[in-house]
């Protein structure tokens, strides 16, 4: 049989394993950037909080002791491989500490935990491009840290690294193949699979490998259609400056009798 002969007979074997691998895949994927991008926005927010001498002993000694495990945490989970992360949690964590984890639990662990040491250094990097004298105003106007950085910094960071936001969703996409090895039966455990029956390496990989790129693209389509909302409309109506002045009170029109009358 041909390459194409071998690839029409994998999807019509196999096309609705591979699209419940898919679905797998995507669904992991999602959920793992979602609560990736919650402990992000947590962790990197905690990384800014200023501290300096006023304040109290024990607040900068709290503060250095919980920033010290949070960048641990981030250096541990973006110096390792994802793979390996996924073997020690699920294996290491029965033997060493006798904690048993469902392997579904395992995927969803994983994957958000190492998403989220990501987005922290990219949420700290967002808080820390916002121009201080955004916070400035904020706190001259008598808002709090917490107020600030709800209402005044957090919308404008979101916004900052919406494309972050994206690419480690596509990126958890294409990682999540290494969950194959605690048994999650995604997309690439499909075409082990597929592969261990019919001995059709190839023509399983290019199948499997047009669906990972049809869902990365859409993916990426998906994101710039939410960057686009976020941006607003397009065209703004402009003050003028006879807007300007009615609005000031400082309008000036000629009178029934030819004099000039300021608003």
């Not at 020690?88 to 969803?108: H, L, P, S």
Request: charged share 15%; hydrophobic share 50%; proline share 3%.
């Amino acid at each position: 049989m041909s390459f194409a002969d071998n690839v029409v007979k994998v999807i019509t074997k196999y096309g609705l394993s591979y699209l419940r691998g898919a679905g797998t895949t995507l669904l992991i994927s999602l959920v793992g950037t979602a609560i990736g991008c919650l402990i992000g926005f947590i962790v990197g927010t905690v990384q800014t909080i200023p501290v300096n001498k006023k304040d109290p002993l024990v607040k900068r000694i709290l503060l250095g002791i919980v920033k010290g495990i949070l960048y641990g945490y981030v250096e541990l989970f973006r110096g390792t491989p994802m793979i390996v992360q996924a073997v020690f949690i699920y294996y290491g964590f029965q033997m060493v500490f006798n904690i048993k984890m469902g392997m579904w639990f395992a995927a969803f662990f994983v994957v958000s935990i190492n998403t989220g040491a990501y987005m922290a250094e990219t949420v700290r990097g967002g808080i820390m491009s916002i121009d201080p004298g955004q916070s400035e105003g904020a706190k001259a106007i008598g808002m709090t840290h917490f107020q600030t950085m709800l209402y005044v910094i957090m919308p404008q960071t979101l916004r900052n690294i919406i494309p972050q936001i994206g690419n480690n969703f596509i990126i958890n996409i294409k990682d999540t193949s290494v969950l194959s090895v605690i048994s999650i039966t995604d997309l690439f455990f499909v075409h082990k699979s597929v592969v261990g029956a019919l001995y059709t390496y190839f023509e399983s990989a290019t199948v499997v490998m047009l669906i990972y790129l049809t869902m990365t693209v859409l993916a990426s389509r998906l994101l710039r259609w939410w960057e686009r909302k976020m941006d607003g409309p397009v065209n703004f109506d402009l003050a003028t400056t006879d807007t300007l002045a009615h609005t000031s009170g400082m309008a000036r029109y000629m009178g029934p009798d030819n004099r000039e009358v300021r608003e």
